[in-house]
């Protein structure tokens, strides 16, 4: 359950838009959060409403129109992209629907790539490497390149290698929307867990109600602003 420390997640009145050859569009209207620590938040809404808009922005990854976004108490708008750089890979973990792991590189290398970047030492990175593969249930595969795994074992990679750096944060938009039905179910379950033991945020774009019903709160992106579901 979430707890009485500050957000590690804050938006203030997030807009924004985009020009199109018909004209503006209004995606995001005034978005409000916040997230606690080791609290889970849903977020559904329509195909197109904007979700991984909010998403990318939430992340530090887009930046909005107008509107404040705080990572553990620090604004992170309008900063530069060395800050941004630096505070994503201490702050945030990230899980996306489709993988994004280097195909070169094996099931533990892609774990590890997350920790060289945050310039973590490589014997205690390579020591956390292997217990999350484990609790992901990848043990016996770490030596496996992408090519060789299924899509769920990707996707469990996909979130050790998230978690690697014990993000306060982790942002998830449609982890099982590339898996089959019985994978995603698996994926989503470990997701939870992991996070719930590590008390890590969680912020979960999904279209599925299931997996919504999970989280300690529901929210519904409509006309650009967040409602509770």
Not at 6 to 22: G, N, Y
Not at 28 to 48: D, H, P, Q, Y
Not at 58 to 76: K, M, Q, T, V, Y
Not at 211 to 224: N, P, Q, V
Request: proline fraction near 4%.
């Amino acid at each position: 359950m979430p707890d009485t420390q500050p957000a590690v997640l804050l938006a203030d009145s997030i807009r924004k838009s985009f020009s199109t050859p018909a004209g503006t569009i209004d995606v995001l209207t005034g978005v409000n959060l916040a997230v606690a620590r080791g609290e889970s938040v849903s977020v559904r809404g329509e195909s197109g409403a904007g979700k991984t808009t909010l998403l990318q922005i939430l992340g530090g990854l887009d930046a909005p129109d107008s509107g404040e976004i705080f990572w553990n108490g620090e604004r992170i708008t309008r900063r530069g992209n060395a800050f941004l750089a630096a505070a994503r890979t201490k702050l945030v973990g990230y899980v996306f629907q489709f993988f994004y792991l280097v195909p070169e590189l094996t099931a533990l290398e892609n774990v590890l790539l997350a920790a060289r970047i945050a310039g973590t030492p490589m014997k205690a990175a390579r020591e956390q490497a292997r217990a999350l593969l484990e609790r992901v249930g990848l043990a016996e595969r770490e030596t496996h390149l992408p090519a060789k795994l299924s899509g769920g074992e990707c996707q469990r990679v996909a979130i050790a290698r998230a978690l690697i750096n014990r993000p306060p944060l982790l942002l998830a938009d449609e982890p099982t929307g590339n898996l089959d039905e019985r994978t995603g179910e698996s994926v989503m379950r470990l997701l939870i867990d992991i996070c719930r033991e590590q008390r890590t945020a969680l912020l979960l774009v999904t279209h599925n109600l299931d997996f919504a019903a999970r989280t300690d709160r529901k929210l519904m992106l409509r006309r650009g602003v967040l409602e509770e579901a």
